[in-house]
């Protein structure tokens, strides 16, 4: 089942043994939060008759969050290192006598360009993990009672 979807399930009693009363009907839900919720129609049936489970899990609200100003400051820091640190190589590279500090900066630059060109990630958020919840389905009829366990999965 999807968040902020429904399902529903056809909960037959058929008669058995000459039992012919009425059959008191209740749901539940246990799992983590947000926990759906569940309802059965018609709240009581004779012997013989249906009734519908209904579960309905809620949709997830977000919240639009503005990036902090250090997250901004980083992404420009990115940015101008290896713009300064080029420009620190290119003014060294004219002097002959200089070539040993050359390739120190030329290390230095690529040690900054390599790992800002692999990091990077992506800004596609994933959902949260499906959910697995446990609908208890109780019918009850004077003093006898059943329950029937029913795994349900929220993605």
């Not at 006598?97 to 596609?124: D, E, F, N, Q």
Request: net charge positive; with cysteine.
């Amino acid at each position: 089942m999807k968040r902020g979807g429904q399902v529903s399930d056809v909960l037959a009693f058929p008669a058995q043994g000459g039992f012919s009363g009425t059959i008191a009907l209740a749901c539940s839900v246990a799992g983590p939060a947000p926990i759906p919720t569940c309802r059965i129609s018609p709240q009581s049936v004779n012997s013989g008759g249906t009734a519908t489970l209904t579960i309905s899990a809620a949709a997830l609200a977000t919240k639009i969050v503005p990036p902090l100003p250090f997250e901004r400051a980083s992404q420009l820091y990115v940015t101008i290192l290896p713009l300064g640190m080029l420009g620190c190589v290119l003014a060294t590279s004219f002097d002959k006598k200089r070539r040993r500090l050359w390739a120190l900066y030329l290390l230095v630059l690529a040690a900054t360009i390599l790992p800002a060109a692999c990091g990077g990630g992506s800004s596609v958020t994933k959902g949260p993990p499906p959910q697995n919840y446990t609908v208890t389905a109780t019918a009850t009829s004077g003093a006898i009672q059943h329950s029937t366990a029913i795994s349900v999965t929220v993605q």
